[in-house]
């Protein structure tokens, strides 16, 4: 293990497989949202995948984890989060499997081929914009609001990307669930799984998982609800796998 840490950033164990990732201290960071995608996304033996607005490569280096992948690219548009994920692919000697690429994802057919990836997953900004308050940080303003992208460009991006047959995942707050589904059509992604997440039993949910499939036929599937915290405000079994905690 051999990382390059910067004044700004935390270096931090993701408690699977040995690996670690850079982070900056004071800007937007990765938070259980990525995980909870990382768990509900699905790659074959040998698959290409790629993340759409990738951030720290949070979700990349989990999947080099969790999945067979042979080959896991991550996009961002921002130079210095791009140059910090990267350092944390060198570090954690992921070289050869993960690929950070600085673009826009708007423009990825101008850097990758469409067509080429069999899963596209995604946790884009959720905050429409113009709607709350902007973040003065603009790592996070970015992460946070459509201000470099919208969601219908990240459906897009990830139905030009996808194989017939391949498979999108996303994570995004209920709010956009309408936006979601409406979007997903327009570019031929079929919803066919969908699970909320709620952080109690009795609590609404904050969260949605949803599953795409370019030109698959209709037939969406809503799955258990996925419940972050007990009673005693204890992590669910469902989470202390995901976070591989031992009872």
Do not use: W
């Amino acid at each position: 293990m051999n990382f390059n840490v910067l004044h700004d950033e935390t270096l931090e164990d993701l408690q699977i497989n040995g690996l670690y990732i850079l982070q900056k201290k004071n800007t937007f960071r990765f938070g259980m949202d990525a995980v909870l995608l990382s768990n509900f996304v699905s790659a074959g033996k040998g698959s290409k995948v790629l993340d759409l607005g990738t951030g720290t490569g949070i979700i990349p280096i989990l999947l080099s984890a969790k999945t067979q992948a042979e080959y896991i690219a991550g996009i961002e548009i921002q130079p210095e989060i791009v140059d910090m994920a990267k350092r944390s692919v060198r570090g954690n000697a992921l070289e050869q499997k993960i690929e950070i690429i600085h673009g826009d994802i708007k423009k990825v057919r101008e850097f990758l081929q469409p067509g080429s990836f069999d899963t596209v997953v995604t946790n884009p900004p959720y905050m429409r914009s113009g709607s709350g308050l902007i973040n003065p940080e603009q790592g996070k303003a970015i992460s946070r609001h459509e201000i470099l992208c919208t969601l219908q460009d990240v459906l897009e991006s990830a139905a030009t990307m996808l194989k017939p047959k391949g498979e999108f995942f996303m994570v995004n707050r209920p709010d956009r669930l309408a936006d979601a589904i409406e979007g997903m059509r327009k570019v031929k992604l079929e919803p066919k799984l969908l699970r909320f997440v709620c952080t109690r039993y009795n609590s609404p949910p904050n969260l949605f998982l949803i599953k795409g499939l370019k030109n698959g036929n209709p037939g969406l599937k809503i799955m258990p609800n996925l419940i972050i915290y007990n009673e005693d405000g204890q992590y669910t079994d469902d989470l202390k796998v995901m976070y591989n905690i031992k009872n």
